[in-house]
């Protein structure tokens, strides 16, 4: 009995570490807050900064395992300008106004694959 209590200690300890890994954190930095979410597993999901509680500045978002998926600009909490997004094939190159898609263009090693 007291094995069977001390597995059951010991697996809700480490589903305690985990969650605590998951809660997002919030840092200021000057004017704005610095944001940082998490995935289940605890790797970085996405980070980035809000301004007077909107998204603003540089954004970056990573898969479940660790690689950056897309990075882009917020300004008063629209897309702006360029963003990046990552596949395993290719790079698609989007560019926004005013939070709609503009353009995109889509990248391989080889070169431009397709321009709207």
Do not use: C
Request: charge should be positive; hydrophobic fraction near 40%; avoid cysteine.
């Amino acid at each position: 009995m007291k094995k069977t209590a001390l597995i059951f200690a010991f697996i809700f300890s480490i589903a305690l570490v985990n969650a605590q890994n998951t809660k997002p954190v919030f840092e200021k930095e000057n004017n704005k807050v610095k944001a940082t979410y998490y995935h289940t597993n605890g790797e970085v999901s996405q980070v980035g900064y809000f301004l007077d509680g909107k998204l603003d500045g540089e954004w970056t978002m990573f898969n479940i395992e660790g690689r950056k998926v897309a990075k882009g600009n917020y300004a008063e909490g629209k897309k702006v300008g360029k963003w990046f997004f990552w596949n395993d094939t290719a790079l698609n190159e989007v560019d926004f106004e005013g939070s709609k898609i503009a353009n995109v263009t889509k990248w391989k090693s080889e070169g431009t694959l397709v321009k709207n």
